[in-house]
């Protein structure tokens, strides 16, 4: 098909970061199911997981000033290499603990592997091929670590269920966890192949500031919007249906999938409407969905309609992914990738740590409200983004 051609074409070091990023997919799709029912299993309760989430979340933000100076010294490939080998261990002392302070000290480890992983990946991804591939080296990423994440989710149930009448619980799950430190361990091999590295001279003051701070307000604005709903999508499934978690799993684990396939089209959308109005345009229409959500849910098939609306919503906002990426990194050269990456990274995450416990306050008091809140911050993203990149991009010209 004409929307497959060219990624035959792409380089062995694109087709080997893909590799690591399914491997990474499955590892992170094992464990991320699995872990709220691995410490609800050693006596402990949902409180304390948030209170783990939340030290994960603050040590990624903390970690994501140091990325690019980390990156500076050895070199990007090196720096996805660290934080994976962190991520691995981090999942190995996870399966290993049984008290809150290790707990702790795990879950703030893995927060800082993330730091590391996601904006040296992208960096090299950036670095991997030309602007005319760009975009489908992104693109066959994204896919194989989406489709990794579909197969370690549905392989994590599976093991747990499958191993508890040997290892009772929480020795199954413990299993499970473990099993996902291993194949990130393995997944070490690919990022210190030979390949295009990054690896900056020294950090500076960015040459091409212009350019940075205009995608770093609607990272913002999306972080902050996101902190509101997104957390708390399996429970408006489970407070307005009564739906069981199998059910639940189900909706999500089919967006996913979709999102995997669609993604290596992107390209070929990409091309037909141009990077800034596919990248503006995918908000908008994923958000007029996403506020409809709650019109839909108070029909006599409310559930399978908001269960659509779920999936067409998930499946805009993301797939977009590898072309927004593509078209963010081409603004700038290949020193100021990494910060550029990390900085993004930064804003989005800080926004939405500031905002998420609100959406939990606004949920007890309305289902309904925290779409509407968040639709408004994607409108805002959505419009700003269009408008301060389109000046940007003609004054390039």
């Given at each position: 098909m004409r929307a497959f051609r060219g990624y035959a074409r792409l380089s062995r070091a694109s087709r080997?970061?893909?590799?690591?990023?399914?491997?990474?997919?499955?590892?992170?799709?094992?464990?991320?199911?699995?872990?709220?029912?691995?410490?609800?299993?050693?006596?402990?309760?949902?409180?304390?997981?948030?209170?783990?989430?939340?030290?994960?979340?603050?040590?990624?933000?903390?970690?994501?000033?140091?990325?690019?100076?980390?990156?500076?010294?050895?070199?990007?490939?090196?720096?996805?290499?660290?934080?994976?080998?962190?991520?691995?261990?981090?999942?190995?002392?996870?399966?290993?603990?049984?008290?809150?302070?290790?707990?702790?000290?795990?879950?703030?480890?893995?927060?800082?592997?993330?730091?590391?992983?996601?904006?040296?990946?992208?960096?090299?991804?950036?670095?991997?091929?030309?602007?005319?591939?760009?975009?489908?080296?992104?693109?066959?990423?994204?896919?194989?670590?989406?489709?990794?994440?579909?197969?370690?989710?549905?392989?994590?149930?599976?093991?747990?269920?499958?191993?508890?009448?040997?290892?009772?619980?929480?020795?199954?799950?413990?299993?499970?966890?473990?099993?996902?430190?291993?194949?990130?361990?393995?997944?070490?091999?690919?990022?210190?192949?030979k390949g295009p590295d990054i690896k900056p001279k020294e950090i500076r003051a960015m040459a091409s500031f212009r350019a940075m701070w205009r995608p770093l307000v609607a990272a913002g604005l999306i972080g902050a919007g996101a902190g509101f709903l997104i957390p708390y999508f399996q429970l408006q499934f489970r407070y307005r249906f009564n739906a069981p978690a199998q059910q639940i799993s189900l909706v999500f684990s089919i967006a996913n999938l979709a999102i995997a396939i669609i993604m290596l089209f992107m390209p070929a959308v990409e091309q037909a409407l141009g990077s800034l109005n596919s990248i503006a345009g995918s908000w908008a229409v994923a958000t007029l969905f996403m506020i409809a959500m709650p019109l839909v849910a108070a029909s006599s098939v409310g559930f399978y309609l908001f269960s659509g609306f779920y999936i067409i919503r998930t499946v805009i906002m993301n797939a977009i992914g590898p072309v927004q990426s593509s078209f963010e990194m081409s603004l700038f050269n290949d020193q100021d990738r990494p910060l550029f990456s990390s900085v993004e990274n930064f804003v989005w995450n800080a926004a939405n740590s500031a905002t998420v416990v609100f959406g939990g306050i606004m949920m007890q008091e309305s289902l309904n409200m925290p779409f509407y809140v968040c639709g408004a911050f994607y409108f805002t993203a959505s419009a700003l983004y269009y408008a301060l990149m389109k000046d940007y991009v003609k004054a390039r010209r």
């Open positions: 080997s970061l893909a590799l690591y990023y399914l491997l990474y997919g499955i590892s992170s799709g094992l464990s991320g199911f699995i872990t709220i029912f691995y410490i609800i299993s050693l006596g402990f309760n949902e409180v304390l997981y948030g209170a783990l989430s939340s030290a994960g979340g603050f040590s990624y933000v903390a970690f994501l000033i140091a990325s690019p100076y980390i990156s500076r010294r050895i070199g990007a490939r090196r720096a996805l290499a660290l934080g994976t080998g962190i991520y691995s261990a981090s999942s190995a002392a996870i399966a290993a603990s049984a008290s809150a302070p290790a707990l702790f000290v795990a879950f703030a480890a893995s927060g800082a592997s993330g730091a590391l992983i996601y904006p040296s990946f992208s960096s090299l991804v950036s670095v991997s091929e030309d602007r005319s591939l760009l975009t489908k080296s992104y693109s066959l990423s994204g896919f194989s670590n989406q489709m990794g994440a579909f197969a370690g989710t549905a392989l994590s149930g599976y093991l747990a269920d499958s191993l508890k009448a040997l290892l009772g619980q929480p020795g199954s799950y413990r299993a499970v966890i473990a099993v996902a430190s291993a194949v990130a361990a393995a997944s070490i091999v690919e990022p210190l192949r």
